[in-house]
DNA sequence: TGGCTCATGTAATCTGTTACATGATTCT
DNA sequence: AGAATCATGTAACAGATTACATGAGCCA
């Protein structure tokens, strides 16, 4: 994608908070931000290297015994960087979801199999949700921790839309149903 | 992103429902699968010429006048192709919502900030939701034609999910607005 | 001893966007 | 006449994933 460039800010965000090492960042990624954004070593580790050559983060060699390892910390220029950025509007918000794809198509192949779809996407929304609500729990208690009232907001968020997907699942699965006793 | 080409079942997709030139599809997918896909010309004509190469479209000449058009339309191996990842489980869902993002590390600015990215999502989601609802409720009227039944449900989980947004928007409001009234 | 997790990184590859190039038609 | 839209396409580039390469520590 030849789209302006998250990564940068998504490390110095995370950062922001406490150092880390790149697998850290990689965990976090995919626990806190999971329901909205993503990302791999592949791109973890080349973006820290930069951001390091930018002056905006600062390694420290911590390794444990044999075991390599590497905390980067946020720089003032770093801070800096990232203040700016999440002052500008956002750009683009992006939905893809392949799940509606097939739906939108499923003519193609009927309603049993849209079905299929509708139920496999539910699970693993209902797979997820529990975590969901659960920081949003555990937020809800800390939220004089000023950076936890931001937390809280997206974890909302997410809490939120994930139930009204499994809303629209049932609504949809009402409706197929529905037809297909119409087809006899 | 390395990630597995869906163009070429977007474009399938939409050309088993009825033949178009590479332009039409644009919009097609601007327009009708805009809340949960996207896609640039850049990778609609090349994808197209590929389809072609590979038998699974058609293409003709129907230029007008000194107007060069070319309409391309779906083979049976095309169909083919398309049934058979259609009947494939959806690998990934994907939300990349900057938005959330901008929040999520939105300490490091404060709450007032956080107040603008809200609402510019907000004008956004409101400025959309218009046309999801109109398609919702022309669909409803003909859901006998079966492609409607799954345009129709498509439709509702974008309606279903922006307005859920907007609810989440005045939510996230009030709560700021209690916070900042403590920070009086 | 074998397998899982911790830990860092690179190279190949893919997909997609942006910007450019070109030109006709239609609307005002 | 000029602007917007219709219409097709390419080239440069960016951003990301996947798979690979390497190796240590920990647990059963």
Known sequence: ????????????????????????LKRRIDTTLRFFWSGSFGSIYPTLNLLEKEGKVQKKDVSTNGREKIAYSITEEGRK??????????EKD??????????????????EEALCHINRFEEKIKAELPI???????????????????????????????????EWCEEARTLIAGWQQKDH
């Open 1 to 24: 994608m030849a789209n302006t460039k998250k990564m940068d800010y998504v490390l110095l965000g995370l950062l922001d908070h406490e150092p880390m090492t790149g697998y850290e």
């Open 81 to 90: 960087a990232l203040k700016e950025w999440l002052a500008l509007p956002a």
């Open 94 to 111: 992006e939905l893809r979801y392949e799940t509606l794809l097939k739906l939108f198509f499923g003519n193609e192949n009927g309603l």
């Open 132 to 166: 969901l609500r659960l920081s949003v729990t555990q937020l809800s208690h800390i939220l004089e921790e000023d950076t936890h009232k931001y937390y809280y907001l997206t974890a909302l968020f997410g809490v939120k839309t994930f139930e009204t997907y499994l």
